[in-house]
C-alpha cells in the first residue's frame, strides 16, 4: 500500500470527528463540509512525514479554519442580507438532522452568539476534550486565557439551561399578550411579560436580517421589540408557543420562546436555513 492510500485512509478514518468539530464550530453542514475539504487539501500540501497524531494535526487544521471563518462571518454581519439564503445543493438532510438533534437548536444560537475565540475554546474543551495546552497555540494565546475564554463561554451556555413552562396554553397566553403590546407599543404591558434577566439571541442569518446578535435586561428588549412585532404570527415551534415573520408564504425568521413562571426568560431567533430545516413549525390562528 503506497503512501497516498494510507493518507487517504488516516484521514477519512478521522472524517466524521473533523465534521463535528466543524459542525459545532460553524453551525452550518454545508461551511463543515468546506473546513473538513480545506484541512484535506492542506494535508496534501503539508510535509506528512513531521505529523505524528494525524487525528490531533486535522483537528487543529480545522479548527484554525472555522476560527477564520467565524471572524470572517463577524466582519460581514453588519452587511444587509437582500433574501433568504437558500440551502445548498450538497446538503444531505438526513445527516443534518441527526448532527442538528446532537447538538440542540438552542445551542447552536447561544453558540452563534460567543466571540470566534470563545466558541473555539469552548468547543475544542467541553465538547470534544482537547486540552487547553493544545488550543493555545490555534488562539495564540496563554493555556490560562484559553481557560478563561472556555469558562466564560460555559458560562453563557448554562445560563440557558431553564425549565420552561409545559402548559401550552399558558406559554400561548403570555406569548401572544407579548405580540400584542409590541404591536400596540404597549411599554408597560410589556415590562410585566418579561423576566428581569431576558435574552434575546439572533442567529448570524436574523443577524444580517436587521436583529441584534444579542440583547440583556427587560428594558433592552422592551426597546428593541416596541412596536416591531407586526409582522409575526403566533406559531407552533417544535411544540411549544411562538411566533414566526412569514414573507409571500415563506418562513423568515421563526421566534421561540422560554416561558416560566408566566415570564418570558428568552427568545432566540432562527433564520439560518440549516436549523429551520429542523424546527416543527405550525401557524396558528391569530
Not at 470527528?17 to 468546506?34: F, I, K, P, W
Not at 431576558?198 to 422592551?222: L, P, Q, S, W
Not at 415573520?245 to 418570558?264: E, K, L, M, P
Request: contains cysteine; aromatic residues 6%.
Amino acid at each position: 500500500m503506497d503512501d497516498a492510500t494510507l493518507l487517504t485512509e488516516g484521514f477519512e478514518a478521522n472524517r466524521t470527528q473533523l465534521r463535528a468539530v466543524a459542525y459545532r464550530m460553524l453551525g452550518s453542514q454545508s461551511e463543515a463540509d468546506d473546513a473538513v475539504q480545506e484541512a484535506w487539501l492542506r494535508l496534501h500540501r503539508s510535509d506528512t512525514t513531521v505529523i505524528d497524531n494525524l487525528g490531533g494535526w486535522l483537528t487543529t487544521v480545522v479548527a484554525r479554519v472555522c476560527l477564520d471563518m467565524l471572524r470572517s462571518r463577524r466582519s460581514r454581519r453588519e452587511e444587509p442580507i437582500d433574501g433568504m439564503p437558500e440551502p445548498a445543493d450538497t446538503v444531505d438532510p438526513e445527516r443534518e438532522a441527526v448532527l442538528a438533534d446532537s447538538v440542540g437548536l438552542a445551542l447552536l444560537v447561544v453558540l452563534d452568539t460567543l466571540a470566534p475565540a470563545e466558541r473555539l475554546a469552548f468547543v475544542l474543551h467541553d465538547m470534544f476534550a482537547v486540552p487547553f495546552d493544545e488550543i493555545a497555540p490555534i488562539l495564540d494565546r496563554t493555556p490560562a486565557a484559553t481557560r478563561q475564554l472556555a469558562s466564560r463561554a460555559r458560562r453563557r451556555v448554562q445560563s440557558t439551561a431553564t425549565v420552561p413552562d409545559t402548559d401550552f396554553a399558558r406559554q400561548r397566553t403570555v406569548v401572544e399578550a407579548f405580540l400584542t403590546a409590541s404591536r400596540g407599543g404597549d411599554f408597560d404591558a410589556l415590562l410585566t411579560l418579561l423576566d428581569p434577566d431576558i435574552v434575546v439571541r439572533a442567529d448570524r442569518v436574523a443577524v444580517g436580517f436587521g436583529a441584534t446578535a444579542e440583547i440583556r435586561g427587560a428594558d433592552a428588549v422592551v426597546s428593541s421589540f416596541l412596536r416591531r412585532a407586526r409582522g409575526a404570527r403566533p406559531a407552533l415551534v417544535n411544540g411549544a408557543a411562538g411566533a414566526a415573520w412569514v414573507v409571500d408564504g415563506r418562513t423568515r425568521v421563526v421566534f421561540s420562546f422560554t416561558v416560566i413562571d408566566g415570564r418570558i426568560t428568552a427568545i432566540d431567533l432562527l433564520a439560518d436555513p440549516a436549523l429551520l430545516r429542523h424546527v416543527d413549525l405550525a401557524i396558528l390562528e391569530d
